[in-house]
């Protein structure tokens, strides 16, 4: 028979396991944007090397800057989802570098910090 966990342990645990995929997303995304110029680079050399297949570089290289920008987007809504729920069960706790983002924030938009 199967014991049911207590909720507090198993929000622990969920919020271990979501801050790690966090994590994990947040490293995707800049891998994407890492990979991006290196992608554009090869398109650009292949371009450069060979004239006639200039066109076919740049409808791949958009086709695969279209599929860069998808998977860019799917992590970033994800990475909001996921911190909204972690919110929810930290119970609006501010924690890290979020606790002092809102004092450095200028007050109208001609303000410096």
Known sequence: MV???PAPRLAEIDGSVLRR???????????????S??????????ALVQPE???AAAAA???????AALQWRYHGIDTKQ????LRT???DRAYGWECCLP??????????R
């Open 53 to 55: 297949a200039a066109w």
């Open 3 to 5: 014991t049911p966990m």
């Open 82 to 85: 996921i911190k909204d729920y």
């Open 21 to 35: 995929e966090l994590a994990l997303r947040i490293l995707l995304q800049n891998l994407l944007l890492i990979l």
């Open 103 to 112: 004092a450095s924030q200028p007050r109208t938009p001609l303000e410096s």
């Open 89 to 91: 069960i930290d119970g």
């Open 61 to 67: 290289h958009g086709a695969a800057g279209l599929g």
């Open 37 to 46: 110029p290196t992608l554009f680079a090869s398109f650009a050399i292949l």
